[in-house]
């Protein structure tokens, strides 16, 4: 079975710009989360989408958005880029509610802002 | 406060050595625990998840005490692929809180030959 699947893998933009990242979930998860993991901290949730709406948001400012597609996959975008944006961000999918909220994780798209 | 505390270690320990690790959370309505284990530059995996009643997976054992507000991850006989970040994380589940996970800062473990 595939796992969460994130693209790109590495996204290089100049403070100002914009960014869209894109998650697919595991087959059959309709929820779908976001992480931003800056170097040497934690991880700090970003978004939480279920069939297709905004469920729960994290404490990030407003140019920090996303969606989620009638498919279950999200893309999360990141608007006026700033030099601390710059981090691992992690999308994970889960069944709602099922198991405590178990999620699993892809591999990130590493942010990268000059 | 933070919502999950660990002790970050690094723990360093040869093959085969037991090792325990502990964390703490602030929010006594916390409904679900887990332990995730993350290595380096990759993204975090799920190793368990914790019940009340404690449970064991192999090597790795894992504790919940609700009173204490503590969770706790024993390994035994460690391997040299044990080593990585364990991270502490917990799911308040509750209201503003529903859905996110809050992750402590990880405690990292090297094993050596």
């Known amino acids: 079975e595939a796992g969460v699947t994130q693209s790109p893998t590495h996204l290089i933009k100049t403070r100002g710009q914009q960014a869209t990242l894109r998650c697919s979930p595991i087959?059959?998860?309709?929820?779908v989360y976001w992480y931003q993991q800056a170097l040497g901290l934690g991880l700090q949730f970003l978004l939480w989408y279920d069939e297709g709406e905004e469920r729960n948001r994290g404490n990030f400012p407003p140019r920090f958005s996303g969606r989620q597609f009638p498919n279950y996959s999200s893309e999360l975008n990141v608007n006026a880029l700033e030099l601390e944006d710059s981090a691992l961000y992690l999308c994970?999918?889960?069944?709602?509610?099922?198991?405590?909220?178990?999620?699993?994780f892809g591999p990130g798209t590493r942010l990268t802002v000059t | 406060r933070k919502e999950v505390e660990q002790d970050p270690g690094p723990f360093n320990v040869p093959e085969g050595a037991t090792v325990a690790f502990n964390c703490t959370y602030s929010n006594s309505a916390s409904q679900s625990f887990f332990w995730y284990r993350q290595d380096c530059r990759k993204e975090p995996k799920l190793l368990m998840s914790?019940?009340?009643s404690g449970n064991e997976d192999g090597r790795f054992t894992a504790q919940l005490n609700r009173a204490s507000q503590y969770i706790s991850l024993l390994i035994r006989d460690s391997k040299l692929s044990d080593s990585a970040t364990y991270l502490c994380?917990?799911?308040?589940?509750?209201?503003?809180?529903?859905?996110?996970?809050?992750f402590g800062r990880g405690t990292q473990l090297t094993v050596w030959p």
């Open positions: 087959s059959g998860h309709t929820s």
């Open positions: 994970a999918s889960s069944f709602p509610r099922v198991r405590g909220y178990e999620q699993y």
């Open positions: 994380v917990v799911n308040p589940g509750r209201g503003s809180t529903l859905g996110r996970l809050y």
């Open positions: 914790v019940y009340s």
